[in-house]
Protein backbone atom coordinates (compact mmCIF):
# COMPACT_ATOMS: atom_id res chain seq x y z
CA UNK A 1 0.00 0.00 0.00
CA UNK A 2 3.15 2.76 0.97
CA UNK A 3 4.79 1.55 -2.16
CA UNK A 4 1.30 2.45 -4.03
CA UNK A 5 1.18 5.83 -2.10
CA UNK A 6 4.63 6.97 -3.38
CA UNK A 7 3.84 5.54 -6.92
CA UNK A 8 1.16 7.77 -6.83
CA UNK A 9 2.76 11.06 -5.34
CA UNK A 10 5.81 10.28 -7.89
CA UNK A 11 3.45 10.53 -10.54
CA UNK A 12 1.88 13.61 -9.48
CA UNK A 13 -1.62 12.21 -9.28
CA UNK A 14 -3.78 11.88 -6.04
CA UNK A 15 -3.78 9.11 -3.72
CA UNK A 16 -6.61 6.02 -4.69
CA UNK A 17 -8.08 7.02 -0.97
CA UNK A 18 -8.21 10.77 -1.96
CA UNK A 19 -9.92 10.02 -5.35
CA UNK A 20 -12.17 7.30 -3.18
CA UNK A 21 -13.08 10.51 -0.50
CA UNK A 22 -13.92 13.01 -3.67
CA UNK A 23 -16.39 10.76 -5.27
CA UNK A 24 -17.80 9.92 -1.77
CA UNK A 25 -18.74 13.74 -0.78
CA UNK A 26 -19.72 13.96 -4.88
CA UNK A 27 -22.25 11.49 -4.21
CA UNK A 28 -23.53 13.13 -0.55
CA UNK A 29 -23.92 16.35 -2.31
CA UNK A 30 -25.92 14.72 -5.27
CA UNK A 31 -28.17 13.18 -3.20
CA UNK A 32 -28.89 16.25 -0.99
CA UNK A 33 -29.72 17.80 -4.05
CA UNK A 34 -32.06 15.29 -5.38
CA UNK A 35 -33.71 15.24 -1.93
CA UNK A 36 -34.16 19.35 -2.52
CA UNK A 37 -35.67 18.75 -6.02
CA UNK A 38 -38.12 16.08 -4.81
CA UNK A 39 -39.19 18.44 -2.14
CA UNK A 40 -39.98 21.08 -4.55
CA UNK A 41 -43.30 21.02 -6.00
CA UNK A 42 -44.48 21.28 -9.72
CA UNK A 43 -45.97 24.62 -10.57
CA UNK A 44 -48.32 25.36 -13.36
CA UNK A 45 -49.79 28.69 -15.00
CA UNK A 46 -52.91 29.55 -16.79
CA UNK A 47 -53.21 31.31 -19.71
CA UNK A 48 -56.47 32.66 -20.75
CA UNK A 49 -57.13 34.53 -24.08
CA UNK A 50 -59.75 36.95 -22.90
CA UNK A 51 -60.98 37.65 -26.55
CA UNK A 52 -61.63 34.29 -27.21
CA UNK A 53 -63.40 33.61 -23.57
CA UNK A 54 -65.83 36.23 -23.59
CA UNK A 55 -66.78 35.42 -27.59
CA UNK A 56 -67.03 31.21 -26.56
CA UNK A 57 -68.94 32.06 -23.55
CA UNK A 58 -71.10 35.00 -24.28
CA UNK A 59 -71.91 33.33 -28.01
CA UNK A 60 -72.72 29.77 -25.52
CA UNK A 61 -75.00 31.36 -23.03
CA UNK A 62 -76.26 33.88 -24.58
CA UNK A 63 -76.42 33.70 -28.40
CA UNK A 64 -74.08 36.97 -29.04
CA UNK A 65 -70.41 37.41 -29.38
CA UNK A 66 -70.70 41.09 -28.96
CA UNK A 67 -69.38 41.45 -25.10
CA UNK A 68 -71.30 44.99 -24.49
CA UNK A 69 -74.32 42.84 -24.64
CA UNK A 70 -73.31 40.48 -21.34
CA UNK A 71 -71.52 40.97 -18.44
CA UNK A 72 -68.82 38.22 -17.83
CA UNK A 73 -68.05 37.49 -14.00
CA UNK A 74 -64.23 37.25 -14.86
CA UNK A 75 -63.37 37.03 -10.98
CA UNK A 76 -65.38 34.29 -10.85
CA UNK A 77 -64.61 32.34 -13.60
CA UNK A 78 -60.86 33.13 -12.91
CA UNK A 79 -61.19 31.73 -9.65
CA UNK A 80 -63.20 28.54 -11.34
CA UNK A 81 -60.04 27.98 -13.67
CA UNK A 82 -57.64 27.60 -10.51
CA UNK A 83 -59.96 25.13 -8.65
CA UNK A 84 -59.77 23.01 -11.65
CA UNK A 85 -56.55 23.04 -12.54
CA UNK A 86 -56.29 22.46 -8.89
CA UNK A 87 -57.90 19.00 -9.00
CA UNK A 88 -55.70 18.55 -12.46
CA UNK A 89 -52.46 19.18 -11.35
CA UNK A 90 -52.78 17.90 -8.09
CA UNK A 91 -49.30 17.74 -6.90
CA UNK A 92 -48.43 21.26 -8.71
CA UNK A 93 -48.97 24.53 -6.94
CA UNK A 94 -50.41 28.03 -9.28
CA UNK A 95 -47.48 30.48 -10.12
CA UNK A 96 -50.43 32.53 -11.49
CA UNK A 97 -53.34 33.30 -14.15
CA UNK A 98 -52.01 35.46 -17.08
CA UNK A 99 -54.98 37.33 -18.39
CA UNK A 100 -54.51 38.70 -21.91
CA UNK A 101 -56.90 41.12 -23.70
CA UNK A 102 -57.09 44.17 -25.93
CA UNK A 103 -57.34 47.41 -25.45
CA UNK A 104 -57.40 51.01 -26.82
CA UNK A 105 -53.53 51.88 -26.57
CA UNK A 106 -53.35 49.55 -24.05
CA UNK A 107 -54.76 51.70 -21.33
CA UNK A 108 -57.05 49.45 -19.00
CA UNK A 109 -60.58 49.68 -18.90
CA UNK A 110 -62.12 49.86 -15.71
CA UNK A 111 -62.95 46.08 -15.53
CA UNK A 112 -59.53 45.30 -16.85
CA UNK A 113 -58.00 46.96 -13.44
CA UNK A 114 -60.25 45.36 -11.25
CA UNK A 115 -59.04 42.02 -12.90
CA UNK A 116 -55.65 43.03 -12.44
CA UNK A 117 -56.31 43.58 -9.13
CA UNK A 118 -56.95 40.00 -8.02
CA UNK A 119 -54.49 37.94 -6.47
CA UNK A 120 -52.75 35.64 -8.43
CA UNK A 121 -53.66 37.55 -11.72
CA UNK A 122 -51.25 39.31 -14.08
CA UNK A 123 -53.28 41.15 -16.95
CA UNK A 124 -51.08 41.76 -20.15
CA UNK A 125 -52.64 43.83 -22.73
CA UNK A 126 -52.50 44.27 -26.45
CA UNK A 127 -54.01 46.69 -29.17
CA UNK A 128 -57.60 47.02 -30.49
CA UNK A 129 -58.25 48.28 -33.90
CA UNK A 130 -60.67 50.33 -35.40
CA UNK A 131 -62.92 47.27 -35.74
CA UNK A 132 -62.73 45.86 -32.02
CA UNK A 133 -60.25 43.86 -32.87
CA UNK A 134 -57.31 42.37 -30.73
CA UNK A 135 -53.59 42.48 -32.08
CA UNK A 136 -50.36 41.72 -30.43
CA UNK A 137 -52.14 39.43 -27.98
CA UNK A 138 -50.46 36.41 -29.31
CA UNK A 139 -47.01 37.03 -29.29
CA UNK A 140 -47.41 38.41 -25.59
CA UNK A 141 -49.23 34.61 -24.76
CA UNK A 142 -45.97 33.22 -26.79
CA UNK A 143 -42.99 35.33 -24.93
CA UNK A 144 -44.14 34.52 -21.61
CA UNK A 145 -45.12 30.89 -21.90
CA UNK A 146 -41.45 30.62 -24.03
CA UNK A 147 -39.78 32.68 -20.96
CA UNK A 148 -41.34 30.97 -18.02
CA UNK A 149 -40.44 27.31 -19.79
CA UNK A 150 -37.22 27.98 -20.51
CA UNK A 151 -36.48 29.51 -17.17
CA UNK A 152 -38.06 26.20 -15.61
CA UNK A 153 -40.84 28.37 -13.93
CA UNK A 154 -43.85 26.11 -14.97
CA UNK A 155 -43.77 22.38 -15.67
CA UNK A 156 -47.71 23.13 -16.82
CA UNK A 157 -49.36 25.36 -19.11
CA UNK A 158 -53.51 25.53 -19.68
CA UNK A 159 -53.95 27.60 -22.04
CA UNK A 160 -57.40 28.67 -22.25
CA UNK A 161 -57.97 29.92 -25.94
CA UNK A 162 -58.74 28.42 -30.08
CA UNK A 163 -56.51 30.79 -32.52
CA UNK A 164 -54.19 28.98 -34.73
CA UNK A 165 -51.30 31.44 -33.76
CA UNK A 166 -50.99 30.14 -30.26
CA UNK A 167 -49.40 26.74 -31.94
CA UNK A 168 -45.95 28.82 -31.99
CA UNK A 169 -46.11 29.55 -29.02
CA UNK A 170 -47.13 25.68 -27.67
CA UNK A 171 -44.41 24.51 -29.67
CA UNK A 172 -41.84 26.60 -28.15
CA UNK A 173 -43.04 26.08 -24.44
CA UNK A 174 -43.00 22.25 -25.80
CA UNK A 175 -39.43 22.48 -26.59
CA UNK A 176 -38.18 23.44 -23.42
CA UNK A 177 -40.21 20.28 -21.68
CA UNK A 178 -42.93 22.06 -20.55
CA UNK A 179 -46.49 20.12 -20.96
CA UNK A 180 -49.47 22.20 -22.61
CA UNK A 181 -52.77 21.87 -21.93
CA UNK A 182 -55.43 23.09 -24.23
CA UNK A 183 -59.14 24.45 -22.68
CA UNK A 184 -61.55 25.65 -24.87
CA UNK A 185 -65.31 26.26 -24.23
CA UNK A 186 -68.00 24.45 -25.38
CA UNK A 187 -68.93 25.46 -29.08
CA UNK A 188 -72.42 26.75 -29.76
CA UNK A 189 -72.35 25.67 -32.85
CA UNK A 190 -69.31 23.59 -35.08
CA UNK A 191 -65.81 24.22 -33.42
CA UNK A 192 -64.19 26.93 -31.99
CA UNK A 193 -60.56 26.13 -31.33
CA UNK A 194 -57.87 25.69 -34.47
CA UNK A 195 -57.56 21.82 -35.33
CA UNK A 196 -53.66 22.25 -35.31
CA UNK A 197 -53.95 23.62 -32.46
CA UNK A 198 -55.70 20.70 -31.36
CA UNK A 199 -53.21 18.56 -32.82
CA UNK A 200 -50.55 20.60 -30.89
CA UNK A 201 -51.23 20.31 -27.33
CA UNK A 202 -50.58 17.40 -25.04
CA UNK A 203 -53.89 17.16 -23.67
CA UNK A 204 -57.30 18.78 -24.24
CA UNK A 205 -60.52 19.85 -22.05
CA UNK A 206 -64.09 21.29 -22.67
CA UNK A 207 -65.96 23.33 -20.38
CA UNK A 208 -69.85 23.04 -21.07
CA UNK A 209 -72.81 25.35 -20.95
CA UNK A 210 -73.43 24.18 -17.25
CA UNK A 211 -69.55 25.40 -16.07
CA UNK A 212 -69.89 28.98 -18.11
CA UNK A 213 -73.68 29.87 -17.20
CA UNK A 214 -72.90 31.38 -13.63
CA UNK A 215 -70.27 33.54 -14.93
CA UNK A 216 -72.33 35.26 -17.95
CA UNK A 217 -75.62 37.03 -17.43
CA UNK A 218 -77.20 39.10 -20.44
CA UNK A 219 -77.73 43.05 -19.88
CA UNK A 220 -81.43 43.92 -19.49
CA UNK A 221 -82.66 45.73 -22.39
CA UNK A 222 -86.11 47.48 -22.04
CA UNK A 223 -88.82 46.94 -25.31
CA UNK A 224 -90.04 49.94 -26.63
CA UNK A 225 -93.95 49.98 -27.70
CA UNK A 226 -94.54 48.01 -30.52
CA UNK A 227 -92.19 45.42 -29.80
CA UNK A 228 -92.82 42.68 -28.47
CA UNK A 229 -96.19 42.67 -28.51
CA UNK A 230 -98.53 41.32 -25.89
CA UNK A 231 -95.81 41.68 -22.96
CA UNK A 232 -97.54 44.38 -21.47
CA UNK A 233 -95.20 45.34 -18.56
CA UNK A 234 -91.78 45.11 -21.40
CA UNK A 235 -92.97 47.99 -23.05
CA UNK A 236 -92.72 51.77 -22.48
CA UNK A 237 -93.05 55.01 -25.31
CA UNK A 238 -89.45 55.15 -27.35
CA UNK A 239 -87.22 58.56 -26.65
CA UNK A 240 -87.72 61.72 -28.45
CA UNK A 241 -85.52 62.60 -31.24
CA UNK A 242 -83.60 65.29 -29.42
CA UNK A 243 -83.14 62.22 -26.60
CA UNK A 244 -81.80 60.26 -29.04
CA UNK A 245 -79.47 62.93 -30.94
CA UNK A 246 -78.06 63.83 -28.01
CA UNK A 247 -77.20 60.48 -26.92
CA UNK A 248 -75.26 59.78 -30.80
CA UNK A 249 -73.13 63.26 -29.75
CA UNK A 250 -72.52 62.29 -26.44
CA UNK A 251 -71.23 58.84 -27.89
CA UNK A 252 -69.32 60.21 -30.61
CA UNK A 253 -67.54 62.82 -27.82
CA UNK A 254 -66.71 59.75 -26.03
CA UNK A 255 -65.52 57.79 -29.11
CA UNK A 256 -63.16 60.94 -30.14
CA UNK A 257 -61.83 61.04 -26.54
CA UNK A 258 -60.53 57.44 -27.15
CA UNK A 259 -60.05 57.32 -30.98
CA UNK A 260 -58.01 60.76 -31.57
CA UNK A 261 -58.52 63.32 -34.69
CA UNK A 262 -56.72 60.64 -36.70
CA UNK A 263 -59.00 58.70 -36.18
CA UNK A 264 -61.88 60.96 -37.33
CA UNK A 265 -59.76 62.25 -40.19
CA UNK A 266 -60.01 58.68 -41.18
CA UNK A 267 -63.74 58.68 -40.45
CA UNK A 268 -64.99 62.13 -41.87
CA UNK A 269 -64.79 61.41 -45.94
CA UNK A 270 -67.51 59.20 -45.45
CA UNK A 271 -70.08 61.26 -44.32
CA UNK A 272 -72.66 60.66 -43.51
CA UNK A 273 -72.17 56.56 -43.58
CA UNK A 274 -70.47 55.17 -40.66
CA UNK A 275 -68.70 51.89 -41.12
CA UNK A 276 -70.52 48.76 -39.84
CA UNK A 277 -68.47 47.98 -36.39
CA UNK A 278 -68.43 51.86 -35.90
CA UNK A 279 -72.71 51.91 -36.74
CA UNK A 280 -73.24 48.61 -34.87
CA UNK A 281 -71.28 50.00 -31.65
CA UNK A 282 -72.94 53.09 -31.60
CA UNK A 283 -76.38 51.26 -31.24
CA UNK A 284 -75.65 49.08 -28.65
CA UNK A 285 -74.06 52.04 -26.50
CA UNK A 286 -77.10 53.73 -27.33
CA UNK A 287 -79.03 51.17 -26.30
CA UNK A 288 -77.22 51.09 -23.08
CA UNK A 289 -77.76 54.61 -22.30
CA UNK A 290 -81.17 55.16 -23.17
CA UNK A 291 -81.85 51.25 -21.26
CA UNK A 292 -84.05 50.56 -24.54
CA UNK A 293 -83.72 48.76 -27.72
CA UNK A 294 -83.66 50.83 -30.90
CA UNK A 295 -84.31 48.09 -33.16
CA UNK A 296 -86.86 48.61 -35.87
CA UNK A 297 -87.21 52.55 -35.11
CA UNK A 298 -85.40 53.10 -38.41
CA UNK A 299 -86.07 56.77 -38.04
CA UNK A 300 -84.45 56.92 -34.45
CA UNK A 301 -81.40 55.13 -35.38
CA UNK A 302 -80.93 57.88 -38.29
CA UNK A 303 -80.82 60.66 -35.78
CA UNK A 304 -78.67 58.66 -33.41
CA UNK A 305 -76.03 59.04 -36.44
CA UNK A 306 -77.05 62.34 -37.06
CA UNK A 307 -76.31 63.20 -33.78
CA UNK A 308 -72.77 61.49 -33.74
CA UNK A 309 -72.05 62.89 -36.76
CA UNK A 310 -72.86 66.74 -35.91
CA UNK A 311 -70.54 66.52 -32.82
CA UNK A 312 -67.45 65.32 -34.84
CA UNK A 313 -68.11 67.76 -37.58
CA UNK A 314 -68.33 70.43 -34.88
CA UNK A 315 -65.34 70.26 -33.34
CA UNK A 316 -63.57 69.68 -37.48
Same mark, same amino acid.
Given at each position: ?????????????????????????????? @???? %??????????? *?????????? %?????? /???????????????????????????????????????????????????? !??????????????????????????????????????? +????? +?????????? =?????????????????? @????????????????? !??? /??????????? /????????????????????????????????????????????????????????????? *???????? +??? &?????????????? &??????????? =???
Amino acid at each position: MNDARMNDSENGSPPAQDIAARLDRTNALL @ERML %AEVAKTPSTHA *IFVDAGYVYA %AAGLLV /TGTEDRRAFDLDAEGLIDAFIDKARTIFADSRLLRVYWYDGARRRIHTAEQQ !SIAGLPDVKVRLGNLNASNQQKGVDSLIRGDLESLARHR +AISDA +ALVGGDEDLV =SAVEAAQGYGARVHLWGI @EAADGGNQAEPLLWEVD !SQR /TFDLDFCRPYV /TRRPVTMYEGEGAGDADAQQPPPSRDEVRFVGAQIAAAWLAERGRDAMTELLPGHPYLPGP *IDQDLLIE +AER &VLRGSLRGHAQLRR &VLRDGFWQHLR =SVT
